[in-house]
């Protein structure tokens, strides 16, 4: 169990991005009081959790709806994590990420932000939502499902804890080192995305 816990934990980690949300979360909020920041924080990370919980508990009754196999759904899953992967190592995510903070502030009607863009889909994205969905599917069985979401809930308890620091943490990390661990964790993400699509393709032909 241990063991799961900690290959969720990366995954979550890598696909959330808690360090890499933080900085857009200080830059989107630099005029806001320390209330308003912090009302913002617990308001999209609190958004954003329930729309993960929701995805984690009947995103599998949802694809049997659809009529989609978990299988498909792994290998649709796995590619897609792959291409965040990818935009992760060639630090496309993160022009993404701050192209869609200037729309948001060149708007100057949207001064709350804390539902967009930050709980979604910075926090609860398209990465976020198939990797709880594909892990829930792979791990059957109510410890292993609760050992999954013991997960999700550490890396949004650290969200929460990096928006809340975000201006410290931004100064602590550098725009240098940040780049040095988007591109580690890219990897990473990579080499599990592609044990999703093969685990995908196990399920479609046996």
């Given at each position: 169990m241990f063991e799961l816990y900690v290959s969720s934990l990366i995954t979550f980690f890598v696909v959330?991005?808690?360090?890499?949300?933080?900085?857009?979360?200080?830059?989107?909020?630099?005029?806001?009081?320390?209330?308003?920041?912090?009302?913002m924080a617990f308001r999209a990370v609190g958004v954003a959790t329930a729309i993960l919980l929701v995805f984690a508990l009947f995103g599998e009754d949802l694809l049997q709806g659809l009529g989609i196999q978990l299988g498909s759904f792994r290998i649709a899953g796995g590619i897609m994590l792959f291409l965040?992967?990818?935009?992760?190592?060639f630090e496309k995510r993160t022009q993404r990420r701050e192209d869609r903070a200037a729309r948001v502030v060149a708007d100057h009607e949207a001064?709350?932000?804390?539902?967009?863009?930050?709980a979604m889909p910075m926090i609860a994205g398209p990465g976020s939502i198939?990797?709880?969905?594909?892990?829930?599917?792979?791990?059957?069985?109510l410890e292993r499902h609760l050992v999954v979401l013991g997960a999700l809930a550490t890396i949004l308890l650290l969200m929460l804890a990096a928006l809340l620091a975000a201006g410290p943490l931004m100064r602590l990390l550098g725009a240098k080192i940040e780049a040095v661990i988007t591109r580690l964790l890219g990897v990473l993400l990579a080499a599990l995305a592609v044990q999703f699509v093969m685990d995908g393709l196990h399920a479609a032909l046996t």
């Open positions: 959330i991005d808690p360090p890499g949300c933080a900085p857009i979360f200080a830059g989107l909020t630099a005029g806001a009081s320390p209330a308003h920041r912090r009302t965040i992967a990818l935009e992760m190592v001064e709350d932000i804390s539902i967009f863009p930050m198939a990797s709880v969905m594909l892990l829930g599917s792979r791990n059957a069985g």
